[in-house]
């Protein structure tokens, strides 16, 4: 069992930054990757970004330059940084841990509002 705390979600006008955090607790020795979803109203939920335990990161082509993404393991915690935010950007964010077996676990999720 894997379980996700997000933070750092909240209201932010058009260019402006926010930071989420996403904290792991539980089987963490037994996480592969984790990443970071979002799902707007009447949309897909959809990858934002991933990184591996090894520290291979990937990207929606729609965040890219933008966004990044990391991790502090001796927090057991991941990141999203998130800049030049757009009106498009808003969501609810989704922290998720791809485990070696089983799995997947997910957030509660954390509402991200980008005003224009």
């Known amino acids: 069992q894997v379980q996700l705390v997000e933070s750092g979600g909240g209201l932010v006008q058009a260019g402006g930054s926010l930071r989420l955090s996403c904290a792991a607790s539980?089987?963490?020795?037994?996480?592969?990757?984790m990443g970071w979803y979002r799902q707007a109203p009447g949309k897909q939920r959809e990858l934002v970004a991933a990184i591996t335990s090894g520290g291979s990161t990937n990207y929606a082509d729609s965040v890219k330059g933008r966004f990044t993404i990391s991790r502090d393991n001796a927090k057991n915690t991941v990141y999203l940084q998130m800049n030049s935010l757009k009106p498009e950007d808003t969501a609810v964010y989704y922290c998720n841990a791809d485990l070696y077996i089983g799995g997947p676990y997910w957030g509660q999720g954390t509402q991200v509002t980008v005003s224009s």
């Open positions: 539980g089987s963490i020795f037994s996480i592969n990757a």
